[in-house]
């Protein structure tokens, strides 16, 4: 790694009003969540899509190329990072987050309203592509956008502020797990491949326009209105920034990694431990909960103590449980010990993920700050997180062992550890 040092840019702004602030919040924060509801969904219902849309001789062969697609369609996030990125940096928070939740809509809209491989045939899943893409091109810019709008608008509580961004995703965890509770619960498996799978997707579909209107109804950061523009942020971030973008994507490793897996637990659920299609969403659906309500905690305590020290004391946490965990689960499989392994992945993880939006906005200065924010999140959720449901599944298939994915996690663990130690000790990072 590069040993170039990152300089915390600092902020005489007026923070905003507590009124102001809820605002700002539910603005950013919607469009956050839309994304991450919509690729939860897909997510959970990755059994159903892939008999519908990808259909195969081998039930193995049909959900690895479901969950392929899922996964190749991270490709685009990059190049949106740094397309929205620079637009972001070039034209303002506002302008880049109300064309980022226009294309999640419209994404989220064509799942939704999909015919099948049996009605319109290969059209289907090339369509379901098209539309994981168009999806993932958004989101490259949101996370990015959405953070820097609402650490200018609040400098002096940047933790507490940019943490509402990871609670959104544990609220879209908590509505997708509570939509396939009650679906796999109550529809029987023809119901639920027939119409079923289509209701939470077009749920998604009608909280675009909300967002949409919401976002053109706020003001541009004050922050980026005095700023000094450059012409190029992606020239800027790629030759001087290096270390930031690094720094980024070693601190998510962990965190996208256990994201995902929380994702593909229902599957793993059903597949691996045997149990009934609910049981998994029951316990992402506590995790869900777990995750909305104490990362804005942990946000706040982060701008008291600093982010990187809550950071590492979870991540040696998680590396040292997370294998016993998933011994634990396959040991005695039910409800009530896969909700316990899952309520204990998510606490670890709510509270060793809630700093990292701010420590990623502290990493670059304000002319570049959506562009570098963007691009390190997006790399990271590309290779750690789109690929996780497909490379543990692959992972399982391959050696037979359902202990898998615990040691995934603990080589993502490895890596964020060793990045934090860095960032602390070359950087000056706290």
Do not use: C
């Amino acid at each position: 790694m590069s040993t170039e040092s990152v300089t915390i840019p600092q902020s005489t702004h007026t923070p905003a009003s507590r009124r102001g602030v809820a605002r700002l919040i539910v603005a950013t924060s919607i469009g956050n969540a839309l994304e991450f509801y919509d690729l939860v969904v897909y997510g959970y219902f990755a059994g159903t899509l892939s008999k519908l849309f990808f259909p195969a001789h081998n039930h193995t062969v049909s959900l690895l190329i479901t969950l392929g697609t899922f996964a190749l369609s991270y490709l685009a996030r990059p190049v949106g990072a740094l397309v929205l990125g620079s637009y972001s940096d070039r034209h303002g928070r506002k302008a880049s987050l109300t064309l980022s939740i226009g294309m999640m809509t419209l994404g989220t809209g064509m799942v939704a309203l999909m015919p099948s491989y049996a009605s319109i045939g290969l059209a289907a899943p090339v369509l379901i592509f098209v539309s994981r893409v168009l999806q993932g091109f958004s989101a490259g810019g949101e996370f990015g956008s959405s953070t820097a709008f609402l650490v200018e608008h609040a400098p002096t509580r940047s933790g507490f502020m940019s943490s509402w961004q990871f609670s959104s995703q544990g609220a879209s965890t908590l509505l997708a797990s509570l939509f396939g509770a009650v679906l796999t619960g109550t529809l029987t498996q023809p119901q639920l491949e027939g119409w079923g799978w289509r209701i939470p997707f077009l749920f998604g579909m009608l909280i675009g326009p909300i967002g949409f209107y919401i976002r053109r109804r706020i003001d541009e950061t004050p922050e980026f209105e005095q700023a000094e523009k450059v012409s190029s942020p992606v020239r800027t971030v790629l030759a001087t920034q290096k270390a930031g973008v690094l720094v980024s994507i070693g601190s998510l490793v962990l965190t996208t990694s256990a994201n995902y897996m929380l994702l593909y637990m229902p599957t793993y659920a059903s597949r691996q431990l045997g149990l009934a299609p609910s049981s998994g969403f029951i316990a992402t659906l506590t995790a869900g909960f777990i995750m909305m309500t104490l990362v804005p905690f942990v946000g706040h305590l982060s701008d008291k103590v600093g982010r990187i020290r809550i950071m590492l004391v979870m991540g040696v946490l998680f590396f040292v449980t997370i294998y016993p965990a998933f011994v634990f689960m396959n040991a005695h499989p039910s409800l009530p010990t896969l909700v316990a392994a899952v309520v204990w992945v998510a606490l670890l993880k709510a509270t060793y993920f809630a700093p990292i939006p701010a420590l990623m906005a502290e990493l670059f200065p304000t002319e570049t700050r959506t562009t570098g924010m963007a691009f390190g999140y997006n790399i990271a959720t590309t290779i750690f997180g789109g690929f996780t449901p497909f490379a543990v599944a692959s992972l399982i298939a391959a050696t037979g062992n359902n202990l898998a994915p615990g040691l995934y996690l603990m080589i993502a663990a490895v890596i964020s550890l060793v990045t934090l130690v860095w960032a602390r000790v070359k950087l000056q990072v706290r």
